[in-house]
């Protein structure tokens, strides 16, 4: 049963939904076959019994606890769970149109204007107005709306066939111009950080015309076209440290305009900024991608469903490491390592404090950490190796070091599962380490680790070659 479409739509439902979704395919309007309805049922009171016997039972079970007098039929029993899907889909559907701003109340206006019931349509649009009012962000989505309900109005005024002016359209052209470029600025943004990553150069239509729009400052005052334009601005003039801090002051000044998830976005943006200003060599930007993190954190705006990304819990740690902001990391690890996938936490709970400790230089607990590690992720299981590799380095362990090496290379070129383009830095490193063993502080190692494409802990190999 878990593998099933139905499984995997009722596995999302809260407790509320599960009883919502039982009244919904009770409704004669939206669902008139009585099979359906004692399938659904039978599920929910397993459900409500104890979830697990739900994903434990197979289908042949399910169908003998719904019609135990019928003999079991694979075909007829999956086509019934296919439509129950349908309805569940159906569902979800209706769930997100009623909370959807004023788009019920809308459908239902154009409804009433086309059969001429005057009376309605002034209620309607009355409780559309009130709506609009109380919405609580200023994005996009809301200038549609707003531009629909101006349009209906106009639909309205022209259907009464008055002879008088009316502003109705005009301002649904307003609104249409506003949620026309907010949402072209978002589609721009978007399209031009992934041609970044993707190193693909389309043009893109509109691009220089909008790019003038914001320029010019004439929506200044607009939330959404004030932080998108001032992120347009960003990927397009990358080297023009204004637009960043023009980004900075409009998202602050601008964030209650918008939702969770466009703020995630916000905050993406300006990490992906600061990640690209330090490749380039402003390290500076490690402080300001740090504070990002941070307010980010402080929000719950890198949390989803309470449960924060393995990517980005390193890349905080490694950041904070690299400004040694050692006790700030220890909260982080401690705070945030249970909010981690749960098959992630046991590993990086203990390779990330085994770094921290390398760097605090406390090296024995360092290696008590890399001791309790069980690797069942590849990438901590040849980290690990690197922290040894440069604790054995620093404590002058040649044996265990040269030993080391050996075995950290045999492993690279024996495992066919780890890809060319993550085994290259490693092997890498341990070509330039065993030379810097063998030969000491040379001006042609610099050079070589210097112009490696590909390396790992470049920082540190250039500082212990400066110290030898």
């Given at each position: ?269 300006a990490i992906n900024y600061c990640t690209r200003k330090i490749r380039s060599g402003h390290k ?185």
């Amino acid at each position: 049963m878990q593998n099933t479409k139905l499984y995997k739509i009722l596995s999302t439902f809260s407790v509320s939904e599960w009883r919502q979704f039982r009244d919904f395919i009770q409704s004669p309007f939206f669902n008139k076959k009585q099979e359906l309805i004692q399938l659904y049922l039978c599920l929910y009171q397993e459900k409500k019994k104890h979830y697990e016997s739900v994903t434990n039972l197979d289908k042949s079970s399910i169908h003998r606890l719904v019609f135990p007098k019928d003999a079991y039929d694979e075909k007829k029993f999956n086509h019934l769970t296919s439509q129950l899907s349908l309805l569940a889909e159906r569902f979800l559907g209706q769930l997100v149109y009623e909370q959807a701003g004023i788009l019920m109340e809308y459908h239902q206006t154009q409804a009433c204007v086309d059969r001429s019931l005057h009376k309605n349509v002034k209620q309607l649009c009355r409780k559309m107005e009130k709506t609009l009012a109380t919405l609580p962000y200023r994005n996009a989505d809301f200038y549609n709306q707003q531009y629909l309900f101006y349009n209906l109005n106009d639909q309205y005024f022209t259907s009464q066939k008055i002879r008088k002016f009316d502003n109705n359209l005009f301002k649904a052209g307003q609104q249409f111009d506003v949620y026309f470029l907010s949402n072209k600025l978002a589609l721009l943004c978007a399209t031009l950080e992934r041609q970044g990553i993707f190193s693909h150069n389309d043009r893109i239509p509109l691009e220089e015309e909008i790019l003038a729009i914001v320029k010019s400052k004439q929506f200044q005052d607009i939330p959404a076209i004030s932080v998108y334009g001032s992120i347009l601005l960003m990927l397009k003039e990358e080297n023009e440290v204004v637009h960043y801090r023009d980004f900075r002051t409009n998202f602050k000044h601008h964030s209650s305009s918008f939702s969770t998830s466009e703020i995630q976005l916000f905050y993406q943006y300006a990490i992906n900024y600061c990640t690209r200003k330090i490749r380039s060599g402003h390290k500076t930007y490690a402080e300001e991608m740090l504070e990002l993190y941070q307010e980010s954190l402080a929000g719950g705006y890198l949390l989803d469903h309470d449960q924060i990304s393995p990517w980005a819990y390193k890349n905080i740690i490694k950041l904070g490491l690299g400004l040694k902001r050692f006790e700030w990391v220890e909260s982080f690890i401690r705070e945030f390592t249970p909010k981690l996938p749960e098959d992630k936490k046991q590993d990086a709970f203990h390779f990330n404090l085994a770094d921290l400790y390398y760097h605090r230089k406390a090296y024995d607990e360092a290696l008590q950490q890399l001791n309790i590690l069980e690797f069942s992720d590849v990438h901590y299981k040849l980290d690990a190796r690197v922290i040894l590799l440069k604790i054995y380095y620093e404590t002058k362990e040649y044996e265990a070091l040269h030993s080391l090496i050996s075995s950290f290379r045999i492993f690279l070129l024996r495992h066919s599962e780890i890809t060319k383009s993550i085994k290259t830095p490693y092997l890498n490193f341990l070509s330039i380490l065993n030379r810097m063993l063998n030969q000491g502080k040379t001006a042609s190692i610099e050079v070589r680790i210097k112009q490696t494409s590909l390396l790992s802990s470049r920082s540190w190999l250039l500082a212990m070659v400066e110290a030898r």
